[in-house]
């Protein structure tokens, strides 16, 4: 069973850091697609970030103020997330594809638990 677990949530202020990361369990999942994703309370889910074997992708809300990288040797994704608004507030998930390919709107198999991010104003 493939197991996503989050970390690195928490209570910011507008304008801080944070970096969230996220731990696969199997070794495979160090070249799958891998993305991240958000919910705010009473919204759907979006997208937020992705990272395939070759490329990053961004969702416009976050661009150029948060960065996905992975370390394949920790089976490990990561979400850097600067200048924080009180808007990105929401549970942020990760999630991983079956493929090491990723286009707009692909759909992933495999979730996290979610971990929390809220920024105060």
């Known amino acids: 069973q493939v197991q996503l677990v989050e970390s690195g949530g928490g209570l910011v202020q507008a304008g801080d850091s944070l970096r969230l990361s996220c731990a696969a369990s199997e070794r495979t999942f160090s070249r799958n697609a891998m993305g991240w994703f958000r919910q705010a309370p009473g919204k759907e889910r979006e997208f937020v970030a992705a990272i395939s074997s070759r490329n990053t992708y961004y969702a416009n809300s976050v661009k150029g103020r948060f960065t996905i990288s992975r370390d394949g040797a920790k089976m490990t994704v990561y979400l850097q997330m600067n200048s924080l608004k009180p808007e990105d507030t929401a549970v942020y998930y990760c999630?991983?594809?079956?493929?090491?390919?990723?286009?707009?709107?692909?759909?992933?198999?495999?979730w996290g638990q979610g971990t929390q991010v809220t920024v105060s104003a």
């Open positions: 999630a991983a594809r079956a493929t090491e390919t990723y286009y707009p709107g692909a759909q992933f198999l495999y």
